[in-house]
């Protein structure tokens, strides 16, 4: 397998509305900032990978238009993935293992904010049984929570350390989008959103985009002093029928924790894209992640959840982490599909 390593990352801030842009010029400084931090151009870059969907834009083929921020003029090797950015970097991952390029762009967006974002999400379930009945992201969610209290496999109390945790921790992330210092007390004192979920425990409706530069090998050390290497990565999907799940655990996030390697070493760092509070906690269970580790730093998808890019901002927190020396290795989660159906794991590590 050949060295590939994370050498630049940038985000815009999140933003629950981005009116005043278009997907173009809210991608143009992500992209730039990206490519710039490792002084390359888009003339530097062997292939190129996006991760959006057409359901947000409201226009089919939409991410062809957004292609205009990277300049694909001569022609680029350019590919698309109609999911999370971070699935779209596994692409660009294997795309650099066959070893004709160097090195790779990947960058994701969305505007969420411009229609109903918890029914637009209905359209991922399945369309005959499910589908019909148009249950909303949350509700599905909070049913999942339920499910996963009257099991005891946490308390409500947990949920709540959570949310405040997270919005504590986003204090220190400038690009974080709801950040704040509250008890878990008054977390508890809120009234239920949709029971067991209160508002507190749900991520919000974000705007934004995000990029990243890959490279392999000695262009990786050539370019930064210290790379965030890819050890592991894998992803894996669960049934797209709720009732032949366990919602209580994270079956598919399990499997691609042990495929990436993820025990193989002690772990820093972990950024989880864990839009509910509960998820969170099924998914430390799932990778095993002792009390050590310190968990969603930025804050992480509670304190802004960018649609089609939250998973990827989870591995460039990870790798800026590692380029600035604060950890030496980390693990990257990323999730899309309902209740945790489909689950990236990444892990990262600096040299020695």
């Given at each position: 397998?050949?060295?590939?390593?994370?050498?630049s990352f940038?985000?815009?801030p999140a933003r629950?509305r981005?009116?005043e842009l278009n997907e173009?010029e809210m991608?143009?400084?992500?992209v730039?900032?990206?490519l710039?931090?490792v002084?390359m151009t888009i003339?530097?870059?062997?292939?190129?990978c996006?991760?959006?969907?057409?359901?947000?834009?409201?226009?089919?083929?939409?991410f062809?238009?957004?292609l205009d921020?990277?300049?694909?003029?001569p022609?680029?090797q350019?590919?698309?993935v109609?999911m999370?950015?971070?699935?779209a970097l596994?692409e660009?991952?294997?795309k650099l293992q066959l070893?004709?390029?160097?090195?790779?762009?990947v960058y994701?967006?969305s505007?969420?904010?411009p229609?109903?974002?918890?029914?637009?999400?209905?359209?991922?379930?399945?369309?005959?049984?499910?589908?019909?009945?148009w249950p909303?992201?949350?509700?599905l969610a909070?049913?999942?929570?339920q499910?996963?209290?009257?099991?005891?496999?946490?308390?409500?109390?947990?949920m709540?350390e959570?949310?405040?945790r997270?919005?504590k921790?986003?204090?220190d992330?400038?690009?974080a989008q709801l950040?704040?210092?509250r008890?878990?007390?008054?977390?508890?004192a809120?009234?239920?959103h949709?029971a067991p979920l209160?508002?507190g425990?749900?991520?919000p409706i974000?705007d934004?985009a995000?990029?990243?530069?890959?490279?392999?090998?000695?262009?990786?050390r050539e370019?930064?002093?210290r790379?965030?290497w890819?050890r592991?990565i894998?992803h894996?999907?669960e049934p797209?029928?709720?009732?032949l799940r366990d919602?209580?655990?994270s079956?598919?996030?399990r499997?691609?924790a042990?495929?990436?390697?993820v025990?193989d070493?002690?772990?820093d760092v972990?950024e989880?894209?864990?839009?509910?509070?509960h998820?969170?906690?099924?998914?430390?269970?799932?990778?095993?992640l002792g009390d050590d580790?310190?968990?969603?730093?930025?804050g992480?998808?509670?304190?802004?959840?960018?649609?089609?890019?939250?998973?990827?901002i989870r591995?460039?927190?990870?790798?800026t982490?590692?380029?600035?020396?604060d950890?030496q290795r980390?693990?990257?989660h990323?999730t899309s599909?309902p209740?945790l159906?489909?689950?990236?794991v990444?892990?990262?590590e600096g040299?020695?």
């Open positions: 397998m050949r060295d590939i390593a994370v050498i940038a985000q815009t629950r981005v009116a173009v991608l143009m400084p992500a730039h900032t990206a710039g931090q002084d003339d530097d870059i062997g292939f190129t996006s991760g959006s969907t057409d359901y947000l834009a409201g226009v089919g083929f939409s062809v238009s957004t921020s990277v300049g694909p003029w022609p680029i350019e590919s698309h109609e999370d950015g971070a699935f596994y660009a991952w294997v070893g004709e390029l160097d090195t790779a762009l994701c967006y505007k969420s904010s229609g109903d974002l918890p029914m637009v999400l209905t359209r991922q379930l399945d369309p005959i049984l499910t589908g019909p009945l909303d992201a949350v509700s909070a049913l999942q929570a499910a996963w209290l009257d099991a005891g496999k946490g308390t409500e109390d947990d709540a959570v949310a405040v997270s919005r921790a986003a204090l992330n400038p690009n950040a704040w210092d008890p878990a007390a008054d977390h508890l809120d009234g239920y949709i209160r508002k425990d749900c991520p974000t934004g995000a990029a990243i530069v890959l490279a392999a090998g000695d262009v990786a370019k930064v002093e790379p965030a890819i592991g894998d894996r999907i797209i029928h709720l009732g919602l209580t655990v079956a598919s996030t499997i691609a042990d495929k990436a390697g025990a070493g002690p772990v972990a989880l894209h864990a839009p509910f509070t998820q969170e906690l099924i998914l430390r269970e799932a990778l095993g580790v310190s968990v969603n730093p930025s992480g998808a509670l304190a802004a959840n960018v649609m089609m890019a939250a998973g990827l591995i460039g927190e990870v790798a982490r590692i380029s600035a020396g950890a980390g693990v990257a990323a599909g209740c159906q489909q689950n990236l990444t892990v990262l040299d020695a």
